[in-house]
């Protein structure tokens, strides 16, 4: 081994966390939350606030998240603000130690929510050069990895990252839905339950989930929208999902290649195209109807994650300040005739937002249930759920 290696191999005194990365980047850190290592696609969150939504986002599985907001942890954690039931990122990366919860609302210590949950955490990162270099070079593969005795076989990890296969052309929604249907009630997971209808009314519309990796603000604010909600697994098929004569389809948020999704996504939206059912997508959702249209996905450099991200709605002129999200994206040019850009992004002019002007569907690639971010959006749910009620309904 030469010299150089071996400096750059061997942990520093008190080091107990480290990042690396498949072109053999090794950076340092102090290690929290459960021991042990996780590979894969390392991106950045400029998010200041909702790092228990982040980690718990579906859509953030087979990834390790790099906040480049300093202080993450001061509010501790709670049962409450979480997007599902555990973690789906693999780690985090955060510049400052996490100290005590300071928060009337936290219940446990971040570390400790870390260890119950099996998720690997490191501080004392330099997230700011870590975030130029990913805006530089692209999201790169990466290992977090945690040892408290400070021991690491460098050399191995370094292999780890760079036998990783990368997020393109990976199918990770099916593994993170829900397995079974189940009927939605604000704040409860109701599997094998009826619906409490009291809560939305019998005359309410009914939407009809598919979960490709849903984050639950989403349901909460079809429900707040007047809408009953019933969940279906993402390889629910075309008559699975009509079996529960839905009023509207919601396409949801979820991990991996969009592309990738083979038999299981995209074809059943084509279906449901077809009988003319109301679509709104959102995310993963509004990647698939692109791709069920006949438009193209592709994976962006970098990414765009964090909850201030300016999108430009087309109609009026618009400004939304959004939560985003993506990795991949609709190609704005592949659109087909009857696909119209609504919303377009500030920072880089990829779309953000389309409708079809001969169907009654359309979807959005950032986040209107926010969680964490801005709430300009909440409006879309409005609009879909708005549209279920008219009588001329399909
Ligand atoms: N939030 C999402 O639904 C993410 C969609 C997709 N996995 C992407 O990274 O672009």
Redesign the pocket.
């Known amino acids: 081994m030469a010299e150089t290696d071996h400096a750059r191999l061997t942990p520093p005194k008190g080091a107990t966390g480290v990042l690396v990365l498949g072109d053999g980047t090794v950076i340092w850190g102090r290690g929290f939350g459960a021991e042990g290592d996780a590979v894969g696609e390392v991106c950045f969150n400029t998010a200041m606030t909702g790092y228990q939504e982040v980690m718990t986002?579906p859509?953030y599985a087979g990834q390790i998240i790099a906040f480049t907001f300093p202080h993450i942890g001061n509010v501790g954690t709670n049962p409450e603000d979480i997007e599902a039931i555990n973690p789906h990122a693999l780690g985090m990366i955060v510049r400052e130690d996490v100290t005590d919860p300071a928060n009337f609302r936290n219940t446990q210590h971040l570390d400790a929510w870390l260890k119950a949950n099996g998720r690997i955490g490191i501080s004392g990162v330099d997230t700011r050069a870590l975030t130029r270099a990913i805006r530089i070079g692209g999201a790169p593969n990466g290992v977090i990895a945690h040892n408290a005795k400070g021991e690491f076989d460098v050399a191995a990890l370094i292999d780890k990252a760079k036998s990783w296969p990368g997020?393109e052309g990976m199918d990770?929604a099916k593994d993170v839905s829900a397995t079974q249907s189940y009927q939605w009630r604000d704040g409860l997971w109701t599997l094998g339950q009826g619906y409490d209808v009291d809560a939305a009314g019998p005359d309410a519309p009914h939407v009809v989930a598919i979960d490709?990796?849903l984050k639950r603000n989403i349901l909460r604010n079809l429900v707040a929208a007047g809408a009953r909600v019933t969940v279906v697994p993402a390889t629910a098929t075309f008559d699975d999902v009509m079996a529960h004569n839905p009023d509207g389809v919601f396409l949801?948020?979820?991990?991996?290649?969009?592309a990738a999704t083979g038999e299981y996504a995209v074809p059943v939206i084509k279906k449901l195209l077809e009988v003319g059912k109301p679509l709104f997508g959102?995310?993963?959702?509004h990647?698939m109807l692109g791709l069920a249209v006949g438009a193209k996905t592709f994976k962006?450099h970098q990414?765009h994650r964090g909850a201030n991200h300016p999108v430009k709605r087309t109609d009026d002129g618009r400004v939304e300040i959004t939560s985003m999200?993506?990795?991949?994206?609709v190609d704005t040019d592949s659109l087909p005739a009857n696909a119209e850009a609504t919303h377009i992004s500030l920072f880089d002019g990829s779309l953000a937002g389309l409708r079809l002007t001969d169907k009654p569907a359309f979807s959005v690639q950032y986040?209107p249930e926010a969680s964490p971010g801005p709430q300009d959006s909440h409006y879309l749910f409005e609009q879909f759920v708005g549209q279920l009620r008219q009588p001329t309904r399909a």
């Open positions: 986002d859509s997020l990770l490709y990796g949801s948020n979820g991990p991996g290649d969009p959102i995310c993963l959702g990647q962006m990414g999200n993506h990795g991949f994206a986040h």
